[in-house]
């Protein structure tokens, strides 16, 4: 499944068509959608590099982590980082958002608050002016590729720090312009979920082609909390989840997938899902507020209803009519039949045609009664 998430990415936009975008979910039970995020990331360059991939570099949006955490992360999968200006740009957006560190600058209060790094790197300093942050995408973008020659991908490691300081609708018309960019090949973000309103992950569902959500492996029941017999399990949380992508088809069908992901050092494995104790397969019944099986008491509850129409037998067979004789009836009629013949030889100008109802296509004689078997 993330293979089919990254091939969609590769591909990019197709003509005439909104570029792909992905949402990836995760919350406070199962924080595992940054190691979706770095993996993914980490993919897309490599399809990039071996030219493979409709973008010709990234557009990274850092909001989470510092540009240097990406220097390593690269450097750890094998990148090499001295040639990333050929293919990368970072829109650095974590060392100093609101412009506080840029004021004390000025001031001379501190010499030089920024960290350099390998990466190529713009400074944001105002994340509240969304339309500047969307235009130094755009620069960047086109800084990579030349311009009205090639597209580029965007990637923003959190969008829940830019919806703390702007609001959702800014944030919506932010991404939909990204998408609709004839520059732009993909878009892939990560949501925390929890940290928001239901309607923020409604309207970021809305704008994606794709959106993966990463949950526990054990659901909690609301209001539940974490107790010192739980310690197992919550440590087990940050090295494994469920993932559920859904991806929306040009059709108007949606597909789903559901695999697992494990953590493994720096990075994650994800694998099919296996039935392990009953717990993962539970999990592909949908979350709906009644129960779609029977259990083994409603079941036999269900075959002691009496129906209001059935016969309920009183001491005698149960025979449902059905337009047809029985064999012992018909065998007995055919030897009559053969003995009449024999002994009737008053009467031979006389005929009798006698009809046997031999295939079920047949509908019964109209002067039978088909509701025979009702009581009514």
């Not at 995020?37 to 897309?44: A, K, R, V």
């Amino acid at each position: 499944m993330a293979e089919t998430i990254c091939r969609a990415l590769r591909d990019g936009a197709f003509e005439g068509e909104h570029a792909p975008a992905l949402t990836i979910k995760d919350t406070i039970d199962a924080p595992l959608g940054s190691f979706v995020f770095n993996h993914i990331l980490t993919q897309l360059t490599s399809n990039i590099l071996a030219g493979k991939s409709q973008a010709r570099g990234v557009v990274l949006v850092a909001l989470s982590r510092p540009p240097s955490f990406y220097v390593e992360l690269l450097k750890n999968k094998g990148f090499d980082v001295s040639s990333s200006s050929k293919w990368l740009r970072v829109l650095d957006c974590y060392s100093d958002p609101l412009g506080w560190k840029n004021k004390l600058l000025e001031r001379g209060t501190v010499r030089n608050p920024y960290e350099e790094t390998l990466l190529k790197t713009t400074l944001c300093k105002n994340l509240k002016e969304l339309d500047k942050v969307l235009s130094s995408i755009i620069e960047l973008g086109k800084e990579i590729v030349e311009e009205g020659k090639g597209r580029f991908a965007v990637a923003i490691d959190s969008v829940s720090e830019i919806l703390r300081h702007s609001s959702l609708p800014s944030v919506a018309r932010i991404l939909s312009h990204l998408r609709s960019h004839d520059q732009v090949s993909c878009i892939f973000c990560l949501l925390h979920v929890d940290l928001h309103e239901a309607k923020v992950a409604a309207t970021l569902e809305y704008l994606s082609t794709m959106h993966a959500d990463v949950e526990p492996i054990v659901q909690r029941t609301n209001g539940q909390r974490n107790t010192s017999e739980d310690l197992p399990m919550v440590e087990q949380s940050f090295k494994r989840g469920k993932f559920h992508v859904r991806f929306k088809r040009r059709n108007g069908r949606v597909r789903v997938m559901r695999e697992e992901l494990y953590v493994e050092g720096s990075g994650i494995k994800i694998t099919e899902v296996s039935s392990e104790d009953g717990i993962t397969a539970q999990s592909l019944v949908p979350k709906v507020q009644f129960n779609l099986e029977l259990s083994e008491k409603e079941r036999l509850d269900r075959a002691k209803v009496v129906l209001p129409f059935e016969h309920q037998g009183t001491g005698k067979p149960i025979q449902i009519y059905d337009g047809r004789k029985s064999l012992n009836e018909s065998e007995n009629e055919e030897k009559q039949a053969s003995v009449e013949k024999l002994q009737t030889t008053e009467d031979s100008g006389r005929g009798e045609i006698i009809y046997f109802r031999d295939s079920d296509d047949e509908m019964p004689d109209s002067d039978e009664d088909p509701d025979d078997d009702l009581d009514i």
